[in-house]
């Protein structure tokens, strides 16, 4: 174990069961206790945030870790207590019947300053033997688990993406600042004095007002609706797809301008600005930042760049991008984790999934097979979806059951678990649909949310929806933190220079010299096949990759 102590270091080897094996060494330089320890198996920590970038600042690279903040949030979440404190100094408390104290509100980035992965964070302060009196109880709380080799593979694969995390941003997402500036000048026009809208968003707005007939700010939702409704046209709101099923003069220009205000206030010339240096992006990724294990980031926006500004996103000279999106990946992990052995066999060929479905089970209707298998992980299951659904649960009945008794069990206040054990919270609130990956506008059109039998109150039915996507959502999570370790371990040994520099949900993309990009594609592929056996045991079911190796990020799509 290694706690920092100023600049130094509190260093203590540990035994299986958590306890010190041997005396506690105070070492005056924490960088230089790591470099020369070069023989750990693994670190174990308070806090990755604490302690990583200062290693990576001085060139030091750590193989393995143990995150004792991460395991406390699983372990809570595996209890049932997900949403209490989750610092070192709250697990602490606990174990002696103490006051709690209350984790600290989060932290705003600070663009285009220093990482303020160097700041203390929740424990600070924490007593060396405390920390260990911690790693111990989790040691033992990982034991009590459920499916304990599960639990710890999963704490495992969480602290690794915390390296991950540190690593891709200190390597950064390379950012072309002067591409950006003339797509912005040739998206959004010249900027006018005082900091107004562009000259293209403001012709848009005028021409929004011209529809009307009078003043409207097309910024302002609200006013929006009310100009709909005494123009006789009542709307619920101003989704793009509620605006497109009107037949009215203010739709089109109001379209155009949504689209280029978000790029305008998100990705603009501000954020510019602020976010970028030295040629590169540097967001503060979250692992585990959402209930499902879906990543976040700490400002920046690095997950929902438009796909005309990844134009700005360019390799360096001699370097190319090696783009991979995992092939269908929610269809694959339900038939991993329900073990249907129709399904499995389905998914257990690189090509197009829903063409073999469809060949199966629906006469060769790719559509319905995909409306089918969507509806019965997302819960649209109401009119032609509830049709889809049946044809579905009579060849892979296994599959249908899982999601199903999952949604049962939300719609009852069970938890579930992700196959790894990442456990639902206890209660749904307003935005998880959104933070687990459920679509909030029923994008496939297969109907409205409803729990497997359509029973229970609107709440029941909600959570039913959140925790039947949840588990496979969230084993989906489970598989990409894997995916995410073996990767970062075959480029280091095999002595690559390429780095990882970008992932989110599907997506991985990593930065190398163009002639380790067939290596490093080859690398991403193994790693997927890799992350289904360690994840989910011997299945059939494979886990490809559509890979893009490129110079701009836009030419991957």
Not at 12 to 18: E, H, K, T
Not at 315 to 326: F, I
Request: hydrophobic share 45%; with cysteine; net charge neutral.
């Amino acid at each position: 174990m290694a706690a920092a102590d100023g600049g130094g270091a509190l260093l203590a080897p540990l035994a299986r069961d958590g306890t010190p094996a041997g005396p506690v060494v105070a070492e005056p330089d924490l960088v230089e206790a790591v470099r020369s320890r070069p023989d750990v198996v693994r670190w174990v920590w308070r806090s990755t945030a604490e302690i990583y970038p200062r290693l990576l600042a001085a060139g030091v690279r750590v193989e393995r870790c143990y995150d004792i903040e991460c395991a406390e949030l699983l372990l809570l979440g595996h209890a049932g207590r997900l949403g209490e404190p989750r610092s070192a100094a709250a697990a602490l408390a606990r174990l002696d019947n103490a006051p709690v104290p209350p984790d600290p509100p989060a932290r705003s980035a600070e663009p285009g300053a220093q990482s303020s992965l160097f700041e203390p964070s929740s424990g600070a302060g924490v007593p060396f033997d405390g920390l260990l009196r911690v790693y111990a109880d989790q040691v033992r709380r990982h034991g009590a688990a459920e499916h304990p080799d599960r639990m710890r593979l999963l704490t495992a694969s969480e602290s690794a993406g915390m390296l991950v995390a540190a690593e891709m941003h200190r390597a950064g997402l390379p950012w072309r600042a002067d591409v950006h500036r003339e797509l912005l000048n040739g998206l959004l026009g010249e900027r006018y004095a005082g900091g107004g809208e562009p000259r293209r968003l403001a012709e848009l707005a005028d021409r929004v007002s011209a529809a009307f007939g009078r003043r409207v700010r097309p910024d302002l939702p609200a006013d929006v609706v009310k100009a709909f409704a005494q123009a006789g046209m009542p709307v619920k709101s101003t989704r793009r797809w509620e605006l497109a099923e009107l037949d009215h003069p203010a739709v089109e220009p109001l379209i155009a301008y949504k689209k280029l205000y978000r790029i305008w206030t998100a990705h603009g010339w501000s954020w510019l600005q602020d976010w970028v240096r030295e040629g590169r992006f540097r967001p503060e990724y979250q692992p585990g930042g959402t209930v499902s294990g879906r990543w976040t980031t700490n400002g920046g926006g690095a997950l929902q760049i438009p796909k005309v500004i990844r134009q700005a996103v360019i390799a360096d000279p001699g370097w190319r991008l090696v783009v991979a999106d995992a092939d269908q990946m929610e269809p694959r992990v339900l038939a991993a984790i329900s073990r249907d052995r129709g399904l499995m066999e389905v998914a257990g060929h690189d090509g197009d999934l829903y063409k073999a479905l469809s060949d199966r089970a629906f006469s060769g209707d790719r559509e319905h097979a995909k409306l089918a298998l969507l509806g019965a992980i997302y819960g649209q299951t109401s009119g032609d979806g509830l049709k889809n659904l049946a044809a579905l649960r009579r060849r892979f009945p296994l599959a249908v059951a899982y999601v199903d008794d999952a949604a049962r069990a939300g719609e009852e206040g069970r938890v579930v678990r992700t196959w790894l054990g990442r456990t639902s919270p206890p209660v749904v609130s307003a935005g998880q649909d959104e933070e687990a990956g459920i679509p909030q506008e029923d994008p496939e059109g297969a109907g409205d949310a409803q729990g497997p039998a359509g029973s229970g109150g609107g709440a029941a039915r909600a959570r039913g929806r959140f925790t039947r996507n949840f588990v496979v959502q969230g084993s989906a999570a489970d598989w990409a933190l894997l995916l995410l370790a073996g990767l970062r371990r075959t480029l280091f040994e095999r002595g690559l220079r390429a780095q990882l520099v970008f992932f989110q949900h599907d997506e991985v993309i990593v930065h190398c010299p163009a002639e380790e990009s067939a290596a490093v594609a080859e690398a991403i592929r193994a790693a997927g096949e890799l992350a289904g056996r360690t994840a989910f045991g011997e299945t059939p079911v494979r886990f490809p990759f559509t890979v893009a190796v490129v110079e701009r990020y836009a030419d991957a799509k």
